[in-house]
Structure formats: structure tokens, C-alpha cells
């Protein structure tokens, strides 16, 4: 797909770019910064200077005024050196800022949308609870109204950026019994918990912003993978939020949530599908460096099947990643075709990160080479921003519903 039909000369230029931070400043960083489970700091601000923080954003709010397609590539291309790299750029983008831009007033974009774009703070999204994860409507986090503020009280989990972050977007009901209808979203602020990096970096924080009182990030989560991503609960006591914080109609936080899923979906399809990517470019290149039998291990035919599969199905999720991006920029429905690259994707990932393994053989299974780490990195894909469960019942509805219509 080097020339495909979905690319410019200027998506290729933005694939070039990326391709080199990733290598050059990325690469020789994130064994470590996975090691440590640390958040990288220093290179979230060069990717804020080089605009990767608000690639799909027009200028005039900060951000880099490039297509969607570019934003998949940024994300892909991250993806096939350090995961965790990758999903700081999705999240941050898709999750924290595109629900403002998508359904803020012009006052609210004007605030909030160029200090998110720049990369001058971080966003998160909060909508996982304890007892709402696949079931997002079974959110229990309350909003009441007290005159020209509402009372935020609950708890959020698995949050990305939940320690980093300074700008949330969080779910909770305002209207109880009312079902999924009675959900609303709201935009929250509070200070980052790595202050004094952030100010020795000059990223990260702004004074400008409210920190609101009883808006807390709870420890650090300690995981399998996405180590260097920032991930932890969010705690709501009796937060004064002002009413002009509510983002959108009051009842309307649901259906915002869920189209804003469907972006993140194409995202941890680019995601997934750069992992799978990066994984298949180390096992090629060590096939043909690897001797046994007297022979490089990619002259054998169990070796070589391995590859042209994997090769195959990769060929096969750009396809599926870039038309669900394609149609999403082109305001078509994509809710389905977001759903089969998220769940090919992802479960893609996966098989091909084994398989990486295997070829390595015991060497993959050490530190040494990237790909335990990729594989550890996969996994997380299968889970994040609907599991291949929801998929594939997202899919199913949507088939079901073609067939009616």
C-alpha cells in the first residue's frame, strides 16, 4: 500500500516524519521507559513541538489542520516502534480533545481546544467505572445540578493520562432512571501529578486552568503493557463543576461517548496494526540474520509460510483500518466498518506478536529484542475502547439492521 489510493504526497511526507522521530528519538528510549513503567515526559513535549499532538485539528484552534487519514498515520507509524508512544497520541487526541472540538460551544473550543492541541497539557476520557466497563450505561457517577454549578461525585478506572492529564471529559448521570438518556458529559480540570517535571520541561501544566476541588487521580496502575502510558482510577467528591463545563445538551453524554468510540476505534486499529507491523519487520529481518542447519532460518519453507501469512493479513488490516478511516473523513457511516478493523486489528496483533516469538525462537522470549514487549503491548488491543466481544456484537446489530432496512 505504499502508493495506495487513500494516500498523498503529503500523507507520505507526514509517514516520513513520523517514521524518523520514531526511530531516531523513540526507539532507543523505549525499552527502558517500559522497563521503568515511566512516562515520557520529554518526548511527549518534542511531539507537541512537531504538532503530533493535534494533527487533525484546524490551525486557527492550535492544532496542525491535517485530515484523519494523517492522524492514522501518526498512529500507526508510532505504533510499530512503542505502543505506549502511540496510545499517549490517540488517547490524548481522539479521547480528550475530539469531544470538545465535535461537541463544545465555540467558547468551550476556544478555552480548552488550543492548550490540548499544542500538547501544552494533556487530555484524558472518562467514561470506565468499577461496575461500567463493556456496559458503559450502567455509569453510577452522579452530576446534580445546584444552581450555576453540578456536584460531580463517583469514580472512574483504567483512565489514560489519569495522573498526567490536566483536561477530562467524564461521563456521569443527570437525570437517574432515565437509562442511557440520563447520561450526560461534562469537561474537568485538575493539576497534574507529575508537577515538577512538567514544569522543569515547561509541558504538561497551565497555570490558567481551575484545579477543582475533591477532583483527584488515584496510583498508578502497574501493567502488563502500554508500561510507559500513564493509566490510574479518577475520583469525583463533591466537585464543583460550573454549568458552562457541561459538554453538549444535558442527556446527550451517551451517544457523544459512543461516536466518539467509533474514532477511537479506527485509532487502535492504526494502533494494533502497527504493532503487528513492527513485530513482522523484526521477525523478517532477524529470519535472514538467525543460522541453523547451517542455514539462514528464512531459506526454511516452516519460516517462510509464517512470514507470507503474516505479511498477507497486514496487507489485508491496512485495507480495513484505512477504508474505516476513509469513510470517516468523509462524514460517511463507519460505525461497522470501525468495528471489523478494531476487532481484525487487534486480535491481528496478537497472533502475529506469537508468532514474532516463535521465529525468534529462545531469543524472543528474552528483553533483548523488542518483540516481548510487543507482544505484551498487543494484548491490551483486544480490550481497550470495546472488547473484540462488543465488536463483534457491534457488527452483528449493524448486519441485523441492514438486512431490516
Known sequence: MEDSLYFSEQHLAVRNMVREFARGEVAPVAAELDAKAEFPWANVKKMGELGLLGIPWPEELGGAGLD???????????????????????????????????????????????????????????????????????????????????????????????????????TAVTEPGAGTKGISSFIVTKESSDLDKTK????????????????TSGKKEDKLGWRASDTRSLVFEDVEVPAENLLGEEGEGFNNFMRTLDSGRVGIAALSLGIAEGAFEHSLRYSTLRKQFGQ??????????????????????????FHAAWMAQNKQPFSKQAAIAKLYCSELAMRTTIKAIQIHGGYGYTKEYPVERMFRDAKICEIGEGTSEIQRLVIARNLLKELAD
Do not use: C, W
Open 68 to 170: 484523519l487519514l494523517s492522524y492514522m498515520i501518526v498512529i500507526n507509524e508510532m505504533a510499530k516502534i512503542d505502543a505506549s508512544h502511540a496510545i499517549t497520541i490517540s488517547a490524548h487526541t481522539t479521547l480528550g480533545t475530539s469531544p470538545i472540538v465535535n461537541f463544545g460551544t465555540a467558547a468551550q473550543k476556544k478555552r480548552y481546544v488550543p492548550l490540548l492541541a499544542t500538547g501544552k497539557v494533556l487530555g484524558g476520557f472518562g467514561l470506565t467505572e468499577p461496575s461500567a466497563g463493556s456496559d458503559a450505561a450502567s455509569t453510577r457517577s452522579t452530576a446534580v445540578r445546584k444552581g450555576s454549578h453540578y456536584v460531580l461525585n463517583g469514580s472512574k478506572i483504567f483512565i489514560t493520562h489519569g495522573g498526567v492529564g490536566e483536561i477530562f471529559i467524564v
Open 200 to 215: 522543569r520541561l515547561g509541558i504538561g501544566h497551565d497555570d490558567s486552568l481551575t484545579s477543582m476541588r475533591g477532583f
Open 296 to 321: 539462514r532460518i528464512s531459506s526454511f519453507q516452516g519460516i517462510q509460510f509464517q512470514l507470507a501469512d503474516i505479511a498477507t493479513e497486514i496487507e489485508a488490516g491496512k485495507h480495513l483500518m
